[in-house]
């Protein structure tokens, strides 16, 4: 879990050395179609027996993924990684508390708040637009979230994401082709957007993939808290990006807050179905004769 952390936003700090030259949407499209190669290398998806349904919840997912990546890449660009993610990781937090609604929640929320608000400490020279860029992206990662349940019902598999990271992709691609025209990039542009696609997509969709087979997925939601802080120090050891050690606290309020709402039997992670389902036949199996 760690590993996939570390991947994902190695990716995204590898991704934003090429913004100088081929733009923050650029990047995400070249992202988009080295991703879609290898999840399609990976899963084969057969297109042609999607039904109507099928591809409806594919291309809301096609939108989220697209959406979300665009915002995030925007919002590393003007505040950092950092900021960029701890504030795109509400919108996974928001899901959970959203699906638990105990009482212990509230306090999680709060303490969300507070950490993003000491994160960011509003000031008139605070990029306000930037931020508001971060919150798009928790609200696109929150409906990617709720969507590729949506998606894992209807379509077998992992044929439904790698089918709409082809529509991600294909959506971006009159974007790249504009960039392309009037910036003309370098190649090593091309080169550091591809591995970001590979370390933040493909790597640790692998990795998760992994994991999900050997932990609980309570124990998994709290491993995600991990993206914020990693986020940080990768940003710090790969960009530079010095932040003062109140900007840590609020990181950490924000992963506490993460920890809280995803422990405790009742948590919305406590109460997935299939976990149920687990208890119930373990409940069901007879007891061995001393």
């Known amino acids: 879990m760690a590993t996939s952390a570390a991947s994902t936003q190695t990716g995204a700090a590898v991704g934003s050395f090429a913004f100088g030259t081929l733009g923050p949407l650029g990047v995400v499209a070249v992202r988009q179609i080295a991703a879609a190669i290898a999840l399609c290398s990976i899963s084969r998806p057969s297109l042609r027996s999607f039904t109507a349904s099928q591809w409806r919840a594919v291309a809301l997912l096609a939108f989220f993924f697209a959406t979300m990546n665009a915002a995030l890449y925007t919002a590393l ?30 306090c999680a929320a709060g303490l969300a708040l507070l950490g993003v608000i000491v994160l960011t400490r509003p000031s008139p020279t605070t990029d306000f637009l930037g931020i508001g860029i971060a919150l798009v992206a928790a609200v696109c990662w929150a409906g990617y979230i709720l969507t590729n349940r949506v998606v894992g019902q209807r379509v077998q598999g992992v044929q439904g994401t790698a089918a709409a990271t082809i529509l991600s992709s294909l959506g ?10 009037h910036l003309q990039p370098p190649f090593e542009a091309y080169l550091f957007a591809a591995v970001a696609g590979l370390l933040s997509t493909a790597v640790p969709y692998a990795l998760d993939l992994i994991v999900l087979r050997h932990i609980s997925p309570l124990v998994f939601g709290v491993g995600m808290s991990l993206n914020p802080l990693f986020a940080a120090v990768i940003g710090l050891l790969l960009l530079q990006e010095q932040l003062p050690l109140i900007a840590w606290g609020g990181i950490l309020l924000v992963v506490l807050s993460n920890g809280l709402t995803l422990t405790g039997t009742g948590s919305a992670a406590g109460a997935a179905p299939h976990v149920k389902m687990l208890r119930r036949r373990w409940r069901r199996r007879p007891r061995r004769s001393t």
């Open 172 to 181: 971006m691609l009159p974007v790249l082709a504009i960039i392309v025209w």
């Open 77 to 106: 660009d003007r505040i950092g990684l950092g900021m960029a993610v701890t504030i795109e990781f509400l919108g996974p937090l928001g899901v959970a508390i959203w699906s638990s609604r105990r009482g212990r929640d509230i």
